[in-house]
């Protein structure tokens, strides 16, 4: 917005203007409209990410605790160079 488009009386009002305090209910009539609104979580919410944590880690030790020889996976081996001289037969 350029400059001459602006309201030097309500900027200066706007510049000395201090919002109200809230008053002291408003975190309370906040949540029973979100309530009234939404509707409250269910009792199992909070449980959730710590049974599922729970559940995951059994599995993941599961996972992680056979060999990997066990599951018919071997690493590839070096290779076995044989070192030729002159005149001689592998």
């Known amino acids: 917005m350029s400059e001459e488009h602006r309201d030097p009386d ?3 009002l706007g510049a ?3 919002a109200p305090p809230p008053s002291p209910e408003l975190h309370s009539r906040t949540l029973a409209a979100f309530e009234a609104e939404f509707g409250r979580a269910p009792w199992w919410r909070p449980w959730l ?3 599922a944590v ?3 880690i059994p599995i ?3 996972l992680f ?3 990997r020889t066990a599951n018919g996976y071997e690493p590839v081996r070096q290779p076995h160079f044989v070192v030729l ?3 001689e037969h592998p």
């Open 85 to 87: 001289t002159a005149g």
């Open 60 to 62: 993941v030790l599961l």
């Open 16 to 18: 000395e203007w201090q």
């Open 10 to 12: 309500l900027q200066a």
């Open 49 to 51: 990410l710590p049974v």
């Open 54 to 56: 729970a559940c995951a």
């Open 65 to 67: 605790s056979h060999s």
